[in-house]
């Protein structure tokens, strides 16, 4: 996952989650952020500010035992919230 160009890291599914057929749904996942990565973001400057999200990377999904794997590639703009530094599961990054 990059923010604005710079790389925080790896982040990955804590468990799976279960999906109704034609429903629509979110992945939560879990990572860590060095302080070093922090720092150079300097997040409390960004609260409230636009900022240039990508992620790559691969989820794997399936049902009844047989899984495939499909490639992520995901970039769009979000306005960071300050609960991601105080609480990051209210800021709905963990739920």
């Known amino acids: 996952?990059?923010?604005?160009?710079?790389?925080?890291g790896e982040f990955r599914q804590?468990?799976?989650?279960?999906?109704?057929?034609?429903?629509?749904?979110?992945i939560p996942l879990e990572g860590i952020i060095s302080l070093g990565r922090a720092l150079e973001l300097n997040l409390?400057?960004?609260i409230g500010?636009?900022?240039?999200?990508r992620a790559e990377g691969n989820?794997?999904?399936?049902?009844?035992?047989?899984f495939?794997?499909?490639d992520?590639?995901?970039a769009g703009k979000h306005t960071l919230d300050e609960r991601?530094?105080?609480?990051?599961?209210?800021?709905?990054?963990l739920n």
Do not use: C, R, W
């Not at 991601?84 to 990054?93: T, V």
């Open 49 to 53: 500010k636009e900022v240039a999200i």
């Open 44 to 46: 409390p400057k960004l």
């Open 14 to 26: 804590p468990q799976a989650t279960p999906v109704s057929s034609k429903a629509e749904f979110a």
């Open 72 to 74: 992520i590639k995901y």
């Open 1 to 8: 996952v990059y923010v604005d160009s710079t790389f925080l």
């Open 68 to 70: 495939v794997s499909k």
């Open 84 to 93: 991601l530094i105080k609480n990051p599961a209210a800021a709905g990054l």
């Open 59 to 66: 989820v794997k999904v399936g049902k009844a035992g047989v």
